[in-house]
């Protein structure tokens, strides 16, 4: 038999490589974890951003606020907005210089060149709806149109802003416009007065003018339609947020959360407009 000590020494020998493993598996486990705890802390980042509340748009801000700051934290990242209250003709011009870090506008060539596109639409198009804004004895002639050559037809005019990307919608349909430059909100009172026979508003913007303009109406039958979207543009100053904020938002279209915004902020909108009774009049959209 063996003696006590014969035995003792091969219990060590067998028990000293197993504790030597045990010792390195959590001792690279725990290296692990905190390379992974690393590179999660390098690839989230806290992005400040300086944004604005337009004046002339009322409420319309809060929707592109709530999805960038969801869209940015819903993907591990630490949203800093720094809000500025400015006029809308200031806008374009704070976006340029870089006292602006980003901007939501309708998606055109020219803004594409000039700033700094983030290449995912917004609103799922919402912007290019377009219901009418009219004086309420007008309706029943409004009615009568069945088709986008009865608009044309009846030879009625719209106002525009001068720098819309709706001057060249209006221009390729053929539809008679004029054009407002300065404050765009002056439109209503041309509109009050009669000097223009009705505004294209959007889907998303439409019931608060109304109430804003309790005098005018929301024409009842048509929806005119073309193919365009809301877009970020940042400032060239801000240009290197361009790839995260383009992967934020399209993980925040994948998840659902920006149907689950439009819905949130806009759902009664919709069912105040019955946009599904309406006419819809195609607008051919110029690139």
């Known amino acids: 038999m063996q003696n006590q000590a014969t035995i003792r020494q091969q219990l060590q020998f067998h028990y000293r490589p197993s504790t030597s493993r045990s010792v390195l598996f959590f001792r690279y486990l725990a290296l692990v974890i905190l390379c992974c ?25 809060l929707f ?11 993907a591990g990242h630490q949203p800093k907005l720094v809000v500025h209250k400015i006029p809308h003709l200031r806008a374009n011009q704070l976006l340029e210089t870089g006292d602006l870090s980003l901007l939501w506008l309708v998606e055109s060539q020219a803004r594409n060149q000039h700033f700094v596109p983030v290449e995912i639409g917004l609103t799922d198009g919402l912007i290019g709806q377009r219901v009418l804004l009219i004086r309420p004895e007008d309706q029943e002639w409004f009615s009568r149109i069945q088709t986008l050559e009865d608009l044309r037809q009846r030879n009625i005019h719209t106002a525009l802003g001068k720098r819309w990307f709706d ?9 008679p416009f004029v054009t407002v430059d300065g404050n765009w909100r002056t439109m209503f009172t041309l509109l009050k007065r009669a000097r223009v026979d009705y505004l294209s508003r959007s889907v998303i913007e439409v019931i608060q003018e109304s109430r804003e303009h309790p005098t005018l109406s929301i024409e009842n039958s048509l929806l ?19 790839p995260l904020l383009e992967e934020v ?8 959360l920006l149907k689950q915004l439009v819905q949130q902020y806009w759902a009664n909108d919709f069912r105040l407009l019955k946009l599904e009774q ?8 110029p690139k």
Do not use: M
């Open 167 to 175: 001057v060249k919608v209006w221009q390729q349909n053929q539809l």
């Open 224 to 242: 005119l339609v073309y193919n365009r979207d809301y877009r970020f543009y940042l400032s060239h100053k801000d240009k290197h947020y361009k």
């Open 37 to 61: 705890a690393i590179n999660t802390k390098l690839y989230a980042q806290e992005v400040t951003l300086d944004i604005p509340i337009i004046e002339e748009h009322s409420n319309q801000h």
């Open 249 to 256: 938002l399209l993980k925040a279209k994948e998840s659902g």
């Open 64 to 74: 592109f606020h709530t999805l960038l700051y969801r869209a940015l934290l819903d």
């Open 278 to 285: 309406r006419k819809i009049l195609e607008l051919e959209t």
